[in-house]
C-alpha cells in the first residue's frame, strides 16, 4: 500500500540544539495555520511526545525502529498520518546517533526507512561560515543524509540575512528560517530528561511565543514544499481482529504517564476497552478484567500513592484474584511492599516481594533483546520482543522470568516477575514490537 504524505523531519547535530522547542514552535504554527498536523518522535523517549500532544491536541507518535522494525515503523508513520495534511519527525540526539558505534536506529535511519526529508537545526551561537562546514559535513557524511534544509538557533536576523546566501551556496541546503535566543521558553529537566507536558503551568503560553516566533522566522512556504517533495509512502498492514471486549484499567496520571499510544491503540484495535484511572488520586480501581501500570515518576508521589490505602488495597486483590496485570518500570515499583528514599519508606502496593529506591547513577540503560523463560501473561516460554531500559532505580526483587540481554550483545541479566496472569519487570516495551504479546495479553483478559 502507498500514502501520500507530506512530511519532513526536524534533527540536529546534537542534543541541545533546540529542537523540542522548534518542534513546538512549528507544530503550533502549523495548526495556526488551519493545518491537520501529525507529529512523531524516533528513538524510546515518552517525554517529547507529550509536548506534541499538548500543542496539536492529538497523540503523538513513537517511531522506533529498534523495537518496531522498518516495516511496522512504516506502516505506523501512515497509519497515524492518513488524516494529516502534514506530519512532522523529531529525530533524537544528533542526528547519525544510533546503537553504539553505528548510525543503526538513529533518526538517520527513520529518516531513510520513512524517506523524509530533513531540516537541520544548527546552534548558530558564536559562529559564521563556519555553520556552512557543519550543515556541510552532516550532509555528505552519508551519500543518502536526506539533509535538504536547515534552521538556525540562537542567531539574531540581522546575522542570519547577512550569512543566508553563502551558506547556501556553500552547501547547496536551503535556510528555511531562524530563532533568536528565547530565555523565557526553555523547557525544565530531570533525571529522566524534560520534566513531563503537564508540569509546566505555563506551557500554552510558552508554545504561543514560539509560534509567534516561527511564524515571523520560519519560511512556511519554503518547509511545505520540501514535505511535498517526499514520494508516496509504502507500507504494509498487519492483520489485527478483534478477540473480544475486555475492560483494561490503566494508570494515567503525573506518577503513571509513559505508554506508547500506538500500544494503547494495538489493545483497543484487539477489543479492549481502555479505562484510566489515578492511582495517585482515585479511591478506587474502576471494574476491570485487566490491569495495565506504565512507568512515570512514582517516586515523586510517594507519599500520596502510600496514603491512598484503598487503592493499594483493590490494586494488590486484583493481583491476588489472579487477573490479569500487566506493570512496567515505575508499575512495576509500585507493585512491590516498598519505595525506600534518603527521607523515608513508604508502603505501596505489596503484590510482590520486596523494595526499589533510587540510586546515584543509571541503573540499565538502552536497547535490550528480551526472551521469555518460562511461559507467562505475555508469551510463552521462548518468547522475543525488543525493549528498552531507563532508570536510576534498582529493587531487590528484579525477578527471572525474562532473560534481557543488551542489543550491543554486551552483557546479560534476568528480569521481571511472572505468571499465567502477571509481567512485572523495568523494561519498556512497545507492544506492537510483538503483537503476540499484546493478544496474549487481551486473551487472557477475557478469560476472567
Given at each position: ?23 513546538c ?8 495555520q ?22 496539536i491536541g ?7 525502529i529498534?523495537m ?13 498520518s ?47 561560515l ?33 550569512y ?30 524534560l ?75 484487539l ?34 500513592l ?13 493481583i491476588?484474584?489472579?487477573?490479569p ?40 540503560f ?14 510463552p ?28 550483545g ?25 503483537i ?13
Amino acid at each position: 500500500m502507498e500514502l501520500a504524505m507530506p512530511r519532513f523531519m526536524i534533527s540536529a547535530p546534537n542534543s541541545g540544539s533546540g529542537k523540542t522547542t522548534i518542534v513546538c514552535g512549528i507544530l503550533k504554527a502549523l495548526m495556526n495555520q488551519g493545518k491537520r498536523v501529525a507529529a512523531f518522535k524516533s528513538g524510546p523517549d515518552y517525554i517529547d511526545p507529550m509536548f506534541h500532544s499538548k500543542v496539536i491536541g492529538a497523540k503523538s507518535r513513537n517511531l522506533d525502529i529498534f523495537m518496531l522494525g522498518k516495516e511496522t515503523t512504516r506502516y505506523l508513520a501512515a497509519k497515524n498520518s492518513q488524516q494529516a495534511d502534514i506530519a512532522v519527525f523529531e529525530g533524537a540526539m544528533g542526528y547519525y546517533d544510533g546503537m553504539g558505534k553505528t548510525s543503526e536506529c538513529s533518526a538517520y535511519d527513520l529518516a531513510v526507512t520513512c524517506d523524509v526529508p530533513v531540516i537541520l537545526v544548527v546552534n548558530a551561537r558564536g559562529a559564521a561560515l563556519s555553520i556552512a562546514a557543519t550543515i556541510n559535513g552532516f550532509k555528505n557524511f552519508r551519500a543518502d543524509s536526506h539533509i535538504v534544509g536547515a534552521i538556525l538557533n540562537n542567531v539574531n536576523p540581522m546575522s542570519y540575512l547577512f550569512y543566508k546566501d553563502v551558506i547556501e551556496q556553500e552547501t547547496g541546503v536551503k535556510l528555511v528560517g531562524y530563532f533568536p535566543v528565547m530565555q523565557d521558553c526553555n523547557f525544565e529537566s530531570r533525571h529522566l530528561g524534560l520534566v513531563t507536558a503537564e508540569e509546566i503551568g505555563d506551557l500554552q503560553q510558552i508554545v504561543d511565543r514560539l509560534a509567534a516566533q516561527a511564524a515571523k522566522s520560519i519560511d512556511f512556504a519554503a518547509i511545505m514544499e520540501l514535505a511535498q517533495s517526499a514520494a508516496p509512502l509504502s507500507y504494509t498492514e498487519p492483520e489485527i481482529q478483534v478477540l473480544g471486549h475486555p475492560r483494561i484499567a490503566v494508570a494515567q496520571d503525573k506518577a503513571f504517564c509513559f505508554y506508547y499510544q500506538d500500544a494503547l491503540d494495538l489493545l483497543t484495535e484487539l477489543g479492549a476497552e481502555l479505562v484510566p484511572f489515578s492511582p495517585t488520586y482515585d479511591k478506587h480501581l474502576p471494574p476491570c478484567e485487566g490491569l495495565f501500570l506504565g512507568g512515570g515518576y512514582p517516586e515523586l508521589y510517594a507519599k500520596e500513592l502510600e496514603a491512598n490505602t484503598t487503592m493499594l488495597a483493590e490494586i494488590k486483590a486484583h493481583i491476588e484474584h489472579k487477573k490479569p496485570c500487566y506493570a512496567e518500570c515505575g508499575g512495576f515499583m509500585y507493585l512491590l511492599e516498598r519505595y525506600r528514599d534518603e527521607a523515608a519508606v513508604y508502603n505501596w502496593v505489596g503484590a510482590i516481594e520486596g523494595e526499589s529506591a533510587l540510586t546515584k547513577k543509571l541503573t540499565r540503560f538502552g536497547y535490550i533483546h528480551l526472551t521469555a523463560q518460562e511461559d507467562n501473561l505475555l508469551s510463552p516460554a521462548g518468547g522475543k520482543i525488543n525493549a528498552h531500559e531507563f532508570h536510576y532505580s534498582d529493587s531487590t526483587n528484579n525477578g527471572k522470568g525474562y532473560a534481557a540481554a543488551k542489543a550491543s550483545g554486551r552483557g546479560a541479566w534476568e528480569c521481571a516477575i511472572v505468571s499465567d496472569t502477571l509481567y512485572a519487570g523495568y523494561p519498556h516495551m512497545h507492544l506492537y514490537g510483538n503483537i503476540d504479546f499484546a493478544k496474549n495479553f487481551v486473551k487472557a483478559c477475557c478469560k476472567v
